[in-house]
C-alpha cells in the first residue's frame, strides 16, 4: 500500500478521512450495507450510522461485500433516524437526504465546499422516510431519465461519494 500512498487502516480509524457521515435508513439489504461500508472506505467517509433495522457487522453477509471495510469505517447503530440525525447535527454536521422529493436539488447542482456533511440514504423499497424528511437541511437526487427512477442504494451511495469526491477535486 505504501507505494500506492493510501491510508493505511490505523489512519482511517483515528478520524482522517473527510467529513461525511453515511446514515442508512432502515436498509434491510446485508450486501448493500457491505457495499455501503467498502464504498465509505474507497473515499474516506468519516463513519457510517445504521439505523433503526439495518443490519449490523459482524455477520458474514456484510462482511461479503465489505471486504474488511467494517474494520476500516468507523460506524455506530441507532434505534431511529432520528437519533443518528440528532447526533450528527451535535457534532456540526449538516444534513441532507438522498431522495426524489419535493424541493430537492439535482446531485450536480450541490455547491458541496467541504463542511461537514451527513447523507440519509433509505430503505430499498419505500426511500428516506418521512420522520428523515422531516428532520433534514434539504434533499438531493440524482437526476435519471429512464422508467423506473430509482438506483440500488449502494449504487446510490458510490455516485453521491464520487460527485463530492469530484467536486471538492479530493486527491
Known sequence: MDDLGRRTSEELKMGSG???IVILDD????????ATFRT???????????CGYTPQ????????TALGATETVPWQHFQTV???????????????AV???????????????????????????TGVSDEALSLVDGSVEIPQWGSKHSLNISVTVG????EIARTMRIP
Open 57 to 64: 457487522p459482524p455477520h458474514r453477509d456484510i462482511h461479503k
Open 159 to 162: 455516485i453521491v461519494l464520487w
Open 99 to 125: 431522495e426524489q422529493a419535493h424541493g430537492s436539488i439535482a446531485l450536480q447542482s450541490l455547491a458541496y465546499n467541504g463542511e461537514p456533511l451527513a447523507l440519509v440514504f433509505g430503505n430499498e423499497v
Open 27 to 34: 436498509v434491510r439489504s446485508m450486501q448493500n450495507v457491505g
Open 40 to 50: 465509505c472506505d474507497a473515499f474516506a467517509a468519516a463513519s457510517i450510522y445504521l
Open 82 to 96: 432520528t437519533a443518528a440525525i440528532t447526533a450528527a447535527r451535535s457534532v456540526g454536521y449538516r444534513v441532507l
Open 18 to 20: 473527510h467529513p461525511v
